[in-house]
């Protein structure tokens, strides 16, 4: 099975962690996920005055290029690509008036109605390849390993937009199970991270990490697991800057849920980048995982 | 004596222009208190959500408009997730930002960005950032 994918600009760079692994796991469960042509940036957050048309564009035009490919349906794994991309399809859905105003304004591109549906990696995993057929493949699995799954906000909310409960997802939960690991359900799984404060106020998003890794930790977590490139920077990078200000703070590695994944499925180390962390798995996934994922 | 309390007496141009922007009636806040109790950014404003709509609601925007609240909301839409009158705080928030910046006043200068940095961040943290906080 073949799906247009969306990269968007993070999976390219810091994140390739996220983009090699998840490629590499979908492939081994049979999805190709089909790197979209021309893609450009979505803008990872559209402004939400509801004057700004501007920032619509580049999402838009992202959907036009999967329409374009005769596709009805296009696959993300950022997180925040994810939240652009279904927001400014849903306004174009709602608002006929604004879809006709920018489809004029995008006058060298095919008219855009709305018909592409967006879809998460993680839907895709428990509605096309389905959850008991991971559980088949992987066995016994990740035993013994304890993973916190981590949310964040854009998977969830707004609320029109999100792809589980907002108070009570289990997606991350289940994908979780479904590679044997033993899962801790933490409470502050839904918790924004502090986001794009990460740029202007670093003390901000420490006090989150110390709070959400903490939690993670208290309740004796081996990883936390997540699917946004700015929650992994702020949960796993800005743990030093937790240091400054709590030398007690002992952290944890933070990984992409498709790292996790491809570990599961014995891919090779190549495709999970555990260089580009700041806390190294390896370690804990060699010792606590019974699965010889880590082959090279 | 007959008492008539008329919200449209408060609203000034500025309120207005914020409900424009966000498409929310500030009016219908009940005050609970749910979109403070479950902010992140608590720790970083000295208004609580609630006491900003309170204040829109009153007509009083210059503190408002001059309080850091604003700039420490990381639009996680857990207040609009959580609100019972369906009112979208975060959308009033980023409101009252643009009011700020379609003045060419910034919260973030890229310059004064370190360049190690800029190097660090994931792209979408600076992309985001710079769109949120900048004109």
């Known amino acids: ?296 | 004596m007959r008492t008539s309390l008329d919200a449209e007496q408060l609203k000034n141009d500025i309120v207005a222009r914020i409900e424009e922007l966000s498409g929310e009636n500030v009016y219908a806040c009940y005050q609970c208190g749910r979109c403070s109790a479950g902010c992140p950014g608590i720790e970083a404003m000295d208004l609580l959500p609630n006491q900003v709509i309170r204040l829109l609601q009153m007509g009083q925007v210059d503190e408002v408009l001059r309080c850091k609240t604003i700039w420490a909301c990381a639009s996680c839409f857990t207040c609009e997730s959580r609100c019972p009158k369906g009112v979208d705080l975060t959308r009033i928030m980023e409101a009252v930002r643009q009011i700020i910046l379609r003045q060419n006043i910034d919260h973030a200068k890229l310059a004064e960005l370190p360049d190690e940095m800029i190097e660090d961040l994931p792209q979408a943290a600076l992309v985001s950032g710079f769109r949120k906080l900048t004109s």
């Open chain 1, 1 to 296: 099975m073949r799906i247009p994918y969306y990269p968007g600009c993070t999976v390219k760079t810091t994140a390739k962690n996220l983009e090699e692994s998840a490629l590499a796991s979908a492939a081994a469960l049979g999805i190709e996920l089909e790197e979209l042509e021309r893609w450009n940036c979505c803008g990872v957050v559209a402004c939400l005055a509801g004057d700004n048309l501007m920032e619509q564009l580049a999402p838009i035009r992202n959907l036009i290029r999967v329409q374009e490919q005769g596709a009805d349906r296009v696959v993300t794994m950022c997180s925040l690509c994810y939240g652009t991309l279904k927001a400014a399809n849903a306004l174009f859905r709602r608002d006929e008036e604004k879809r006709e105003k920018i489809n004029q304004f995008m006058y060298e591109e095919p008219d855009y109605e709305g018909g592409v549906e967006v879809l998460h990696l993680l839907e895709v995993l428990r509605d096309e390849i389905g959850f008991d057929t991971i559980a088949a493949r992987v066995g016994e699995g990740l035993a013994g390993l304890r993973i916190a799954p981590y949310y964040g906000c854009l998977l969830l909310r707004p609320r029109e937009l999100g792809l589980d409960d907002p108070e009570d997802p289990h997606i991350l939960e289940d994908l979780m199970e479904s590679v044997g690991a033993d899962v801790i359900v933490d409470p502050y799984r839904t918790e924004c991270c502090g986001s794009y404060q990460t740029v202007s106020n670093i003390d901000l998003v420490a006090e989150r990490t110390r709070r959400i890794v903490g939690s993670a930790v208290r309740r004796g977590a081996d990883i936390i697991v997540t699917s946004c490139p700015v929650c992994h920077f702020n949960l796993d990078r800005r743990q030093r800057d937790v240091l400054r200000i709590d030398r007690e703070f002992s952290g944890l590695p933070v990984l992409y849920f498709t790292q996790v994944l491809a570990f599961a499925l014995d891919l090779p180390e190549s495709v999970m980048h555990f260089d580009l962390h700041e806390i190294d798995p390896r370690p804990v996934l060699e010792s606590k995982a019974r699965t010889a994922g880590v082959s090279e």
